[in-house]
């Protein structure tokens, strides 16, 4: 059982930076076996998958194209945080905004498209990008 946390959602104009943190907790000790996640869902949109990270000190990257370059994803495996900071915001980037905790081998493309039956899920946290 994994416990995920998000948090720094908020309100931005475009252009602007946010940085989103999703924490784990697990009777496990580290969620650091685990391959990680940021998912987004807009208004009347399916779920995406935006970024993915590997597990343990593995730093394999993954970026949907609508965020590439824009958006990082890191994790802190000593503290069990998750980060992605947002830069360049736009309002098409406004979204409810989930991460997730799932085990992949390496298969980072499975991560991006995960869905919540799969690992462990955050109840999500709001981006509202407007001016």
């Known amino acids: 059982q994994v416990q995920v946390v998000e948090s720094g959602g908020g309100s931005v104009q475009p252009g602007g930076y946010l940085r989103l943190t999703c924490s784990f907790s697990t009777y496990l000790g580290t969620a650091s076996g685990f391959c990680m996640g940021w998912f987004r869902q807009a208004p009347e949109k399916e779920r995406e998958g935006i970024a993915a990270i590997d597990s343990g000190d593995n730093r394999n990257t993954m970026y949907a194209d609508s965020v590439k370059g824009r958006f990082t994803i890191s994790r802190d495996n000593g503290e069990d945080i998750l980060t992605l900071e947002m830069n360049s915001l736009k309002p098409e980037d406004t979204a409810t905004y989930y991460c997730?905790?799932?085990?992949?081998?390496?298969?980072?493309?499975?991560?991006?498209?995960?869905?919540?039956?799969?690992?462990?899920w955050g109840q999500g946290t709001q981006v509202t990008v407007t001016s």
């Open positions: 997730a905790a799932i085990l992949c081998a390496g298969d980072l493309t499975f991560v991006m498209s995960a869905t919540p039956d799969t690992g462990y």
